[in-house]
């Protein structure tokens, strides 16, 4: 179980999914107060990376969302990606329907008082003037066609410190409010919910290769060793050790779902109220 959502957490990941002793992980952080490097690390403890398994591996993950229901929603469809929510009857189409705004995803249209927007993705018109029309468009494309899969931390300082602000409200939100210039939309939801720190776990085929990758390349090239995937799992789970040890803080470090990924209740480990 790859779970590095605390450094205790990732000490107990690394100790078992290694076997050694969480003294020896305690030993190299505490001696490389500068920083650390995981060849060094599997060195030093005459790790072989071929033994390590990680076919039955489940990665844990939290994602904070926000609703005015207690989350039963959420136990009922799961977790959602947006093209999802904006189709099925969930509680972010029918409060869009309370201000006439409607989207039909498989034609690139959406609706706002009866008015037909297209709404293609073209990525070049994310570089026009972030005033212009066009350009507010496309941030609402983008979310739907590109950036529209589950995502999550694998770690983070805590559920209120992301950028995003999705403590308060869904990113998409934010997006329309940009396209009507109505703070309205963003406001009335932020005014009627809730948040709420869902903890889940998913299978690694269940990932977008960018979780662990910078370049597609790079996967493409590890896909049949994944020696690459297992150095990225030792090293995240070093990082959150040695930056709490070192800093008293936890990194933001993001995961990403495949698009078509959706995640049962079943697979829920703890919904929790969010304190602000």
């Known amino acids: 179980m790859f779970n590095i959502t605390t450094h205790e957490k990732a000490k107990e990941f690394l100790s078992s999914f290694l076997n050694i002793a969480s003294e020896k992980i305690d030993d190299y952080i505490f001696n490389n107060a500068k920083d650390y490097d995981v060849d060094n690390f599997l060195e030093t403890y005459n790790i072989a990376l071929q033994k390590i398994h990680i076919e039955n591996m489940q990665l844990i993950v939290q994602h904070v969302t926000t609703n ?10 799961g977790l959602l990606n947006l093209q999802q929510s904006l189709t099925m009857e969930t509680m972010l189409k029918k409060y869009l329907e309370r201000f006439n705004i409607h989207f039909d995803i498989s034609n690139k249209w959406m609706f706002c008082n009866g008015t037909k927007i297209d709404i293609p993705y073209k990525s070049d018109d994310i570089n026009l003037p972030s005033d212009s029309q066009k350009h507010r468009i496309c941030r609402v494309a983008h979310k739907i066609y590109y950036d529209y899969q589950i995502s999550g931390f694998f770690s983070m300082e805590n559920e209120t410190d ?3 602000r999705v403590h308060e409200r869904p990113e998409f939100l934010h ?14 939801w ?16 269940s990932f977008a290769w960018f979780s662990f990758y910078g370049k597609k390349y790079e996967y493409e090239d590890d896909y049949l060793r994944k020696d690459e995937l297992v150095k990225w799992l030792i090293n995240k789970a070093l990082y959150v ?8 803080s936890s990194p933001e470090i993001f995961a990403y779902m495949k698009p078509e ?16």
């Open 68 to 77: 005015d229901d207690k989350c039963s929603s959420l136990e009922k469809f």
């Open 162 to 164: 992301y950028g995003g």
């Open 175 to 188: 997006n329309l409010k940009e396209l009507f210039k109505s703070s309205l939309i963003e406001d009335t």
């Open 190 to 205: 932020k005014k009627s919910v809730k948040p709420y720190l869902i903890t889940f776990k998913a299978s690694l085929d």
């Open 241 to 248: 050790i040695w930056d709490m040890y070192h800093y008293d």
């Open 261 to 276: 990924v959706i995640i049962p209740p079943s697979d829920f480990l703890n919904i929790k109220p969010i304190s602000i």
